[in-house]
């Protein structure tokens, strides 16, 4: 299973780390995505980096301001949020699958985690 981690509350301009880590599964072996999801809206790509970390692909909302990096010694994956904005604020899920900007794609799923960003 997947685990996202790192949410919170924090104001506008603020910067916020999300870690996605597996248990009982080899990270490396997959591409990683992080979706968001608001209240009433669909689940929306975030961003996405392929198994080995080669290639990544972000949203043009979050261009430019986010940044994915992974380590797959650790096993885990990161989500750096630098600049919020509180059309941030969701829940962000980490999803492990073959690497693309249809959630549908991805097998495994984490709880999620709320990210608030407030005005």
């Known amino acids: 299973q997947l685990q996202a981690s790192g949410g919170g509350l924090v104001q506008a301009g603020g910067s916020l780390r999300l870690s996605c880590a597996a248990s009982?599964?080899?990270?490396?072996?997959?591409?990683v995505g992080w979706f968001r999801q608001a209240p009433g809206k669909v689940r929306q790509f975030v961003v996405l980096?392929?198994?080995?970390?080669?290639?990544?692909m972000y949203a043009d909302s979050v261009k430019g301001r986010f940044t994915i990096s992974r380590d797959n010694v650790k096993n885990m994956v990161y989500l750096q949020m630098n600049s919020l904005k509180p059309e941030d604020t969701a829940v962000y899920y980490c999803?492990?699958?073959?690497?693309?900007?249809?959630?549908?794609?991805?097998?495994?799923w984490g709880q999620g985690t709320q990210v608030t960003v407030s005005s």
């Open positions: 980096i392929t198994a080995n970390g080669g290639t990544t």
């Open positions: 009982g599964r080899t990270l490396s072996e997959y591409g």
């Open positions: 999803a492990a699958g073959i690497p693309n900007t249809d959630w549908r794609e991805y097998k495994f």
